[in-house]
Each structure stands twice: as structure tokens, then as C-alpha cells.
């Protein structure tokens, strides 16, 4: 049992149901759209569930230790130096990037709208802080704001930033 995780584990459950007990008495859907308490409904119930899992998880004996066996692909041996956890060491660097990055687009937001500012945010933590310079990652930098730009302008109605020009999805 590793004690430290159960702890954890329940902390975060009782945290999740108390979170969702108070979300219950906000309406979740008002007029067939999702209401102020859909949001935290979802979340607390996540966070319920996954503090259940990782307590549960904890108290399991330890498995066999499953390692990859054959070639490691060139991302990862490129990058497996970043993975200590010395507190001067890399990892400590990608974490001060990743925040330097978000302090530079949080006032670009409003500038250049939020799609744009997201795909900048993506291609640098992408092609930059990680060194992910591949077709899916250039994929992702254009469709993922685009989708997450429709489903909460369309679907949630929720409105972003768009931008000082005011062109839509594209934020600009």
C-alpha cells in the first residue's frame, strides 16, 4: 500500500463529492442548454471518480514493471534527457518555459484573438518547449483550437476573445 496516494486519493474524492453536492444545487441545464452548473458538475464528479481510482490503485499489491523492449523512437531518445526531476535541471526549465509562454499569450489573447493566440500557444509548447517538429503536431496546432473554438462559441455559447479585427474562428 503506498500510504501517500490513499491519502491523497480520499482527499481529492471527498473534495470531488463535496464540490458535487454544491454543483447539484446550481441548474445543469436551463432551457435545453447546458446551465452555470454543467461545468462543475463535470468536473467534481471527474475529480470524485479519479480520487476514488488512484485510492483504490494504491492499495493494490505492485505488479510486474512493464518496460518498452526494441528500439526507442528518435522524439523520445532526443528528449529523454528532459525527464529528470533535479530541481535545476531540465525539468525545471521546460516548467519555467511552458509558464513563460503562458505569460506572453495571456495579453495576446485579447490582441490577436483566442484561435490564434491558442495555435501560437501550441506550436511553441509543441515545436519549442517539447521539440515535437512532426505533421501531426502542425496538424494539431490548426485543428484542435479550430474544434475547441466551435464547441464553445456553437455549442456551449460561450463567447472568446475574437480578436481586434473580428473575423471569426480564425480570431483575427
Known sequence: MRKADFVFGVVVGLVGV?????????R??????????????LVSSG?????AILAWQSLQEKGVEVRAVGAVSAV?????HL?????????FLRTA??????????????????????????AYL?????????????VAVIVVPAAV????????QIDLPPGIFHLGVLGI
Open 18 to 26: 463535496g464540490a458535487l453536492i454544491l454543483a447539484l444545487q446550481m
Open 28 to 41: 445543469v441545464f436551463a432551457g435545453g442548454i447546458p446551465g452555470p452548473g454543467f461545468f462543475p458538475v
Open 47 to 51: 475529480l470524485a471518480v479519479l480520487g
Open 76 to 80: 523520445e531518445a532526443r528528449h529523454r
Open 83 to 91: 525527464s529528470t526531476d533535479d530541481q535545476g535541471g531540465p525539468s
Open 97 to 122: 518555459a511552458v509558464w513563460c509562454g503562458y505569460v506572453v499569450m495571456v495579453p495576446l489573447l485579447y490582441v490577436l484573438g483566442f484561435t490564434l493566440t491558442m495555435m501560437v500557444m501550441l
Open 126 to 138: 509543441l515545436f519549442v518547449v517539447e521539440g515535437r517538429r512532426t505533421a501531426a503536431s502542425a
Open 149 to 156: 473554438y466551435t464547441l464553445f462559441a456553437n455549442l456551449l
